[in-house]
């Protein structure tokens, strides 16, 4: 009975092979692979893909592609090696990957020729058999990993040259680094090379700074004054709004944690008013202070709440202070259909206080105004021009209930 070790599942072939050779012969252990096996040339277009520029997003995109085609070797035949998965499932095999990411990744592959679309009249991915068979598929097709296979293993060969390259000269800068730090810790080359090596250098500034720590430990001294390879311009990234999808970004930064820090902030912005305009003042002046606007010496509280009146039937408690007024603002302003951003625009322009008392202007003129987010708004745009003041609103408000009582 031959026993089937069920350990080898993943390994590679050789190490398969190696333990069950054929007779006199080690030819099927050293026998080259095929040069269409498709997870070769995926894995050879992995070793390049900084060549092509392409990312693992992509390549995992490809990789998917390649699951649907049943064969382990690809054909070199135009249109010999069509998969015809539909985006939902090619989305549901990377794991649900957006649908709009998916296409950008699909272009990138059909735009650098790794795969070409076979498209039918109405672009849809489908197949038509007969008796079982495929006989003719419209989707993407494979075929140009086989043509270009001789090509891709070339640079994928070049590309791992040129890696080790790097990394056997990333090493002996290390150690060239390190002997100049044991020479001369103040050395300033010994600063740049650990900024250098710390980051992704290519060949050329590594072969400069293997060059300037060699004539540096030759000749025991501080090499003269040249460019600094940290400082080299880096490549300038290319940007799309592509990716930005349904980006929305708001720079105010508000704490919506509780309603008490925003309350302790604007106390201490009339706090500190208050001290500014009493502070040669006596007592008395002082109390006469808290009684009126900051803002506008000659209104008053009970002025304001007396033209503001339907504030007072939302929240019956009663208003005794400039505080008290502004938290009252803060509460009403959601009820209005005013976003919190619009609201903190406005106290920016006008001033917390000011802002409070339109939002209460508003509520009494709410049957008349369609949008106030939107009338807010407009109001602090003209308080940013420095054409804004709570003064007419106010007794425009008054002189509207002087007629009302007349009438």
Not at 114 to 139: D, E, W
């Amino acid at each position: 009975m031959k026993h089937a070790s069920q350990s080898e599942f993943g390994r590679p072939r050789t190490a398969a092979l190696s333990q069950h050779p054929a007779k006199g012969s080690h030819a099927s252990a050293t026998a080259p692979t095929d040069p269409y096996d498709k997870w070769a040339l995926l894995q050879a277009l992995t070793d390049a893909a900084t060549l092509y520029e392409l990312n693992h997003r992509t390549l995992g995109v490809l990789k998917a592609l390649l699951t649907f085609w049943p064969d382990r070797t690809l054909t070199p035949d135009v249109n010999s090696c069509i998969v015809f998965p539909s985006n939902r499932v090619l989305a549901s095999r990377l794991n649900g990957m957006p649908d709009s990411t998916l296409r950008r990744h699909l272009a990138k592959l059909v735009s650098l020729g790794v795969v070409s679309r076979h498209a039918s009249a109405n672009h849809k991915r489908f197949a038509r058999r007969i008796t079982g068979a495929v006989q003719q598929a419209y989707g993407f097709d494979l075929s140009p990993l086989a043509r270009h296979s001789d090509h891709l293993v070339q640079q994928a060969a070049q590309a791992r040259t040129a890696h080790h390259q790097l990394m056997i000269l990333r090493d002996h800068v290390a150690v060239l680094r390190q002997s100049r730090l044991e020479q001369n810790p103040a050395c300033p080359l010994v600063e740049e090379a650990r900024q250098v090596l710390r980051r992704k250098p290519d060949l050329d500034a590594l072969t400069g700074l293997k060059t300037a720590l060699s004539e540096a430990l030759s000749n025991q001294d501080t090499p003269p004054a040249r460019p600094r390879f940290c400082d080299l311009a880096a490549a300038e990234m290319s940007t799309t709004d592509v990716q930005n999808e349904r980006h929305i970004q708001d720079s105010l930064k508000q704490d919506f944690d509780s309603e008490g820090l925003e309350k302790n902030a604007s106390e201490t912005a009339l706090e500190n008013s208050e001290l500014t305009l009493s502070n040669d003042c006596s007592d008395k002046a002082r109390l006469e202070t808290k009684s009126t606007c900051p803002a506008h010496r000659d209104l008053e509280l009970n002025q304001i709440l007396g033209s503001c009146s339907e504030a007072l039937a939302f929240f019956p408690n009663p208003v005794r202070s400039w505080q008290d007024l502004l938290h009252l603002g803060d509460r009403l302003a959601p009820m209005l259909g005013i976003d919190q951003p619009v609201l903190s625009q406005a106290k920016q322009h006008m001033g917390p206080l000011e802002a409070a008392i339109s939002v209460l202007c508003i509520l009494q003129r709410a049957s008349e105004i369609r949008s106030p987010g939107a009338y807010l708004r407009r109001l602090a745009q003209k308080a940013s021009a420095g054409g804004f003041s709570v003064r007419p609103m106010l007794l425009a408000l008054k002189n509207r209930e002087k007629a009302a009582c007349s009438v």
